[in-house]
Structure formats: C-alpha cells, structure tokens
C-alpha cells in the first residue's frame, strides 16, 4: 500500500543551471524555458537525477505521474545514447560512500545543521549495541542499505535520503512492524528509517550497509 509520498507528493525537473547566488542557485527550466531561484542544497547532479527517474520508470504507478511522463522521453533518449545503462553501484562508490543524503534540516551532535548532505561521515564513533542515548530508541544493527533514489519510490520510504532497515535492540527486537508504513515485511523487529532519524554516531555502520549494497548492486547492473 502507498503512503501518498514519493513521486506523487514531489517531483523531478530537469533544469539548466544559469548562475551561482551563494546558497541559491538561478535556473532555467528545461521545457519551459522560464528562469527561478532555488535553494542550492535542492538541486541534484545530472547523473543522480537519471538515477531517480530509472527508478521510477520500474515503478508501475509512474503511467500515473504527469510530470514522469514529461521526462520519459529525455529518459529514453538517454538510454538510447548510453547503453550499458545506469550504475548506481558507482555512483554510491564515488559519491556518497563518504556523505550521507539526509533531511533539510538535520542537526548533528556539535549543533551544526546540515541541508541534504552532510560530508564527511564520523569514522571515530560507533555507537555500541543495545547503547542508548539523549532519547534514541536503541538499535541492533543495520541489516540493510537504499539509496535516495530507489527510496524515493519505495512504498516503505518515500523521502529523498539515504535509507536504511533498521534491527532494533531489546525490548522491541521481536515486535511485528510490518503494519507500520515504514515496517520490514522481511525481517521482525525492523523499520526504514531515513538518514535524519539515525545519529551520526552510526556513520561507520551506514558506510558499511552502503558497501554491502554496492557490492550486491554490481550482481544486479
């Protein structure tokens, strides 16, 4: 069952950078051809943005998405130009092992807020298992890692960030979540949680369920 979010509450425009207005950047829309201000943190690399719209196109609710089908036919001139297809392995590899695709406002630790990417990931704090903290719920373990783009259309996400099933630790480690809009269908006692909801002090856990996905994403591409 969809949550309403996702491609249906957000959507993808291709646009043409003009200038560069410190934190905003001035646009030019690709069909329209009208010029706007956004926030710079908003805009994705051209490549992440086909990453996105490959997902979606494997989505069967993306017929039902007017702006998808505005861009299906760039989508598919891209293809066309680029055979061996999208890789979202080394993408991940290259861009975001070392940075984390998070909220709009997300505060860390030392009170710094971040704006959809925050880079460098902590390499010098793990926190320990069962370990918790200043109002955390206490986790287990990461089982499993999505990038922003599949959990974009993902009927379990639905956000543009970094997502991950997480294994809560005792005593919820053995409740049934799969009710719960954002609960694992596979695995009791876990739920996706986007990269805001989860401390900094898991970076070195992130980076590793990011390294297992690459790994089975090069299977798959």
């Avoid at 086909?50 to 505005?70: G, H, K, M, N, Y």
């Avoid at 290259?94 to 880079?119: E, F, N, S, Y």
Wanted: net charge neutral; hydrophobic share 40%; proline share 6%.
């Amino acid at each position: 069952e969809e949550h309403g979010l996702g491609p249906r509450w957000a959507q993808l425009r291709l646009v043409f950078f003009v200038e560069d207005r410190a934190s905003s950047a001035l646009v030019r829309d690709f069909r329209s051809k009208a010029t706007f201000e956004v926030p710079a943190s908003q805009l994705l690399p051209f490549y992440e943005g086909v990453l996105v719209l490959d997902a979606i196109s494997r989505c069967s609710t993306a017929s039902a998405l007017p702006w998808f089908q505005e861009l299906s036919g760039f989508l598919a001139n891209w293809r066309k130009t680029n055979p061996a297809g999208v890789k979202g392995s080394l993408y991940v590899e290259r861009k975001l092992l070392d940075c984390a695709v998070t909220g709009p406002r997300t505060r860390d630790a030392q009170g710094v807020v971040w704006a959809h990417r925050r880079r460098p990931l902590r390499k010098d704090a793990v926190a320990a298992s069962g370990e918790a903290a200043g109002g955390w719920f206490r986790v287990d373990s990461i089982i499993e890692y999505i990038p922003p783009w599949e959990a974009f259309a993902h009927p379990r996400c639905g956000f543009y960030q970094d997502f991950y099933m997480v294994q809560w630790a005792a005593p919820h480690h053995n409740e049934d979540y799969s009710d719960l809009e954002n609960g694992s269908e596979s695995a009791v006692g876990a739920t996706w949680e986007p990269d805001e909801c989860l401390p900094e002090t898991l970076d070195t856990l992130k980076v590793r369920a990011k390294r297992v996905w690459m790994k089975l994403e090069r299977q798959r591409e």
